[in-house]
């Protein structure tokens, strides 16, 4: 082995963000260690094409069970690990779900924080091991000023929000007081390919593509009016290994500065594929209806020739609103100034939002291709090879 070789452990390894890092380190010839919670089914599916066999020789990713509650855990895993660098991804991380569960997320996503910057500590790690703690645009809930800089004030709007607000000052707290080079990426909202699919985007560009595909009739949304600052997950995640690597400990905001409403995103995302939609109605009586299929789009997209299925949903409502999808405190604009990122470590985004639908939905249409293709087709190509 390499003595130089540097080791970085990833928290939340399983998750969007854990996924494309392990990929950048891993390039960029670190040893990657992964922290992955035991499930009754597996969970790895994102960085299936990245594992290697335990037996090999020298493996350069290895994962180890582990949880975020569990501070005895963390602990080993650190002393045995010995990183240069953790990463701090995992979180429970659904915004909406944190009002359901908000002491567990009260625990994984803020004490979790504490118990790894503990570890460092009691493992005498403080001049070796950098710290990145996943941040998050969540913490400016109620709109006090835009757009977003690292110096606006914080007014967390959920039990996620709130938790990873004790996450950021502990982190800052373990920078001043301890001399650890820990650092928070406060990240407006990533996406990807590999986004969870409850989450918006992801939840859009899925039923775009199975809508279009008549794989699914409808989609069901909460606020469409909420904006968004949406980037995509790999330029965010170059960003985290650049904080790690710049000459001083500190914050950094990471977005795009260009906030776009909910029902915009499903505009676009439907657009890929040729449908044209007309939002009528307000509140919950809102409703997105099909204007008309762009041929050329849809072939383009598909593959595949409109069929009366698709041309019968001219006219008919697509997207309907649920109030079951609000939140009881909603934050209502996020728009980020990632100008210190620009200034001082030269970052900038590869990806614009055009990019980013582009990428998803094509992602998607190709993942529901396949299943239309089993549904038509795969029943018959059985049993002719029978
Ligand atoms: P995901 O939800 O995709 O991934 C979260 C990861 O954390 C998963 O690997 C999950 O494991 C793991 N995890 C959850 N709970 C625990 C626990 N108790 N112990 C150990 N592991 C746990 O999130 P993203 O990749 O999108 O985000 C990464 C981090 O960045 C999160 O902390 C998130 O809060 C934060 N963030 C995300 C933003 C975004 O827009 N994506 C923006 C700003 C911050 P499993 O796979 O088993 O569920
Ligand atoms: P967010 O992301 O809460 O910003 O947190 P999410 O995609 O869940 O919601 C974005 C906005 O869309 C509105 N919305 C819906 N949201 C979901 N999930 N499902 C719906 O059907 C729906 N309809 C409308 C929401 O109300 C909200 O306004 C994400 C997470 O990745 C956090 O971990 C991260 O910290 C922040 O981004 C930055």
């Not at 290697?52 to 002393?79: A, C």
């Not at 707290?173 to 407006?188: D, H, M, Q, S, T």
Request: hydrophobic residues 40%; aromatic residues 10%.
């Amino acid at each position: 082995m390499n003595d130089k070789q540097k080791v970085a452990l990833i928290t939340g390894i399983t998750g969007q963000d854990g996924a494309y890092l392990a990929e950048l380190l891993l390039e960029k010839g670190y040893k990657v260690h992964g922290i992955k919670r035991r499930s009754s089914l597996f969970n790895t599916d994102r960085i299936d094409h990245l594992y290697e066999d335990p037996h090999t020789q020298d493996p350069q990713l290895i994962l180890h069970f582990g949880d975020m509650t569990d501070s005895m855990n963390l602990t080993r895993i650190i002393q045995e690990t010995q990183p240069d660098e953790i990463y701090n991804l995992a979180a429970m991380s659904h915004v909406k779900v944190s009002f359901d569960t908000p002491e567990y997320t009260a625990n994984a996503d803020g004490i979790g924080t504490l118990r790894i910057l503990e570890a460092i500590r009691f493992l005498g790690l403080e001049k070796k091991t950098r710290v990145y703690q996943a941040s998050t645009s969540e913490l400016y809930g109620l709109v006090q000023a835009v757009p977003q800089t690292e110096t606006t004030p914080f007014y967390p709007r959920s039990p996620y929000a709130v938790a990873k607000m004790y996450a950021y000052w502990i982190t800052v707290n373990y920078r001043e007081a301890y001399n650890i080079f820990a650092c928070n990426g406060i990240l407006f909202n990533h996406e990807s390919p590999l986004r969870g699919e409850t989450f918006v985007t992801r939840k859009i560009t899925r039923a775009a593509s199975k809508i279009a595909l008549g794989l699914q009739d409808c989609l069901y949304l909460g606020n469409l009016d909420s904006k968004r600052d949406w980037g995509h997950a790999k330029d965010y995640v170059r960003m985290m290994w650049m904080i790690l690597q710049a000459d001083e400990a500190e914050d950094w905001v990471i977005a795009t500065g260009v906030t776009t409403t909910v029902r915009e995103f499903v505009r676009m995302a439907f657009s890929y594929v040729g449908f044209d939609l007309r939002f009528e109605g307000e509140g919950v009586y809102e409703l997105g209806i099909l204007d008309g299929i762009d041929q050329e789009k849809y072939i383009q997209a598909t593959g595949q020739v409109p069929n009366t299925q698709q041309l019968e949903m001219i006219g008919k409502p697509l997207i309907h609103v649920d109030p079951a999808y609000f939140r009881p405190t909603e934050v209502d604009l996020l728009i980020g100034d990632a100008t210190k990122a620009r200034e001082k470590l030269g970052w900038t985004p590869d990806y614009d939002l055009n990019d980013l639908v582009y990428d998803m939905m094509q992602s998607d249409v190709a993942l529901f291709l396949r299943d239309l293709y089993l549904k038509e087709g795969g029943h018959k190509i059985l049993i002719q090879a029978e």
